[in-house]
């Protein structure tokens, strides 16, 4: 059987950022708004009175400080709070695949491949521009890869549930090399009106080249040498959004059609769930948690990553052993641990080890043990 290695990453970060801020400036003028226009209800209490976000609120829940936007303007104006991005004629390129196309082309270089190496395009994320035709098949024209290409949804788990197939392509002999793509646009199903959400996400998409191991001529080789998926079902995040909506023209617009999450219930569940993943996927490449270098986790939640570390490790993890970029970016669902990855790799040595890991909605985990080559 082959052995599938990672050859390169590529990186799109967005032009435009907000800081916390300015979200904070924005969500205020807008609960004052809301709070002045219901103040009669309010009062015979029929509605309830919006409470204002901090800083310092959103820094110690999260450890969030800003986050990358496609575009701000839009979702800074407190009567709108949504960005303005006008849809494409057909015959163009989808904003989503245009993003995909340029963290592709910097993985492509890395990798020291080109269009013509590639068999098989991988677009997974958490939120797709459209059901049809797949993202990945758009990517795969603009790019002009021959082969075949195809879209996948494992929330926040997308990247790593991606590379597993990727690995799988590529050991079956389906595809010499594999673009696995997660471009996410997530400003859009996020509501920046709510105050236990609107700081969450940022936009970003990351790209991973996945070959094999006798084909890679890249210096940013990572042999993988374990993986390991999981899946259980939770409402504690979701999402409702979805052509059938159409059928019940009374819940179109409304709050559950964007991103909702239990957070409280979401962080007791998870963290014991991906610590445990984690340690499982590595006594299973035969390796133990000592030896293990560094950790490239999905970026949420910073105190759900220093839980999770804790648990992993039995101690809190050293500076630089689960590197942090949610701070800049927010937590940018399947991208964050690609990011991280991208970011906070080229200094581990031949021979070093390192696990990417990812969990969110589903509840979904997907663990990948590496090793620098």
């Excluded at 245009?98 to 020291?112: N, T």
Aim: glycine content about 8%.
């Amino acid at each position: 059987m082959k052995q599938a290695v990672i050859s390169g990453t590529g990186l799109f970060t967005p032009a435009q950022s907000i800081t916390n801020e300015e979200l904070v400036e924005c969500f205020n003028a807008y609960v004052e708004q809301f709070n002045a226009g219901h103040a009669a209800a309010i009062a015979a209490g029929t509605v309830a009175a919006l409470e204002p976000s901090s800083v310092a609120f959103i820094e110690k829940a999260s450890g969030i400080k800003a986050r990358y936007v496609m575009e701000k303007a839009g979702i800074l104006d407190p009567r709108r709070m949504v960005s303005r991005i006008a849809e494409r004629a057909d015959d163009d390129l989808s904003l989503q695949a245009e993003i995909a196309v340029a963290a592709a082309r910097q993985a492509l270089d890395r990798a020291q491949k080109t269009a013509a190496d590639i068999d098989m395009v991988l677009v997974a994320c958490s939120n797709l521009q459209r059901a049809y035709p797949a993202m990945a098949v758009e990517v795969q024209g603009a790019l002009g890869i021959d082969g075949y290409g195809f879209d996948m949804n494992v929330a926040c788990s997308s990247a790593t549930f991606g590379i597993q197939q990727a690995v799988a392509a590529v050991q079956s002999g389906q595809a010499r090399a594999v673009l696995v793509l997660n471009p996410e646009i997530t400003s859009g199903h996020l509501n920046w009106r709510d105050r236990d959400s609107h700081f969450i996400f940022g936009d970003a998409c990351t790209a991973i080249i996945i070959e094999a191991r006798d084909t890679a001529t890249s210096s940013h080789q990572w042999e993988i040498l374990e993986s390991k998926l999981k899946t259980s079902f939770s409402n504690n995040i979701r999402n409702n959004f979805g052509f059938l909506n159409r059928f019940d023209e009374s819940g179109v617009g409304q709050a559950d059609k964007l991103f909702r999450q239990q957070g409280r219930k979401v962080f007791k569940d998870v963290c014991p769930m991906a610590a445990e993943m984690i340690k499982t996927t590595i006594a299973d490449a035969g390796l133990e948690v000592p030896q293990i270098k560094r950790y490239w986790l999905h970026q949420a939640n910073l105190n759900m990553n220093l839980l999770i570390s804790r648990l992993v490790l039995g101690r809190d993890a050293e500076p630089g052993e689960a590197p942090v970029i949610l701070d800049e970016y927010a937590n940018t669902s399947s991208a964050g641990s690609v990011i991280a990855f991208h970011k906070h790799s080229a200094d581990l040595a031949k021979g070093e080890l390192g696990v990417i890991c990812s969990f969110g909605a589903g509840y979904s985990i997907g663990c990948v043990v590496v090793k620098r080559v």
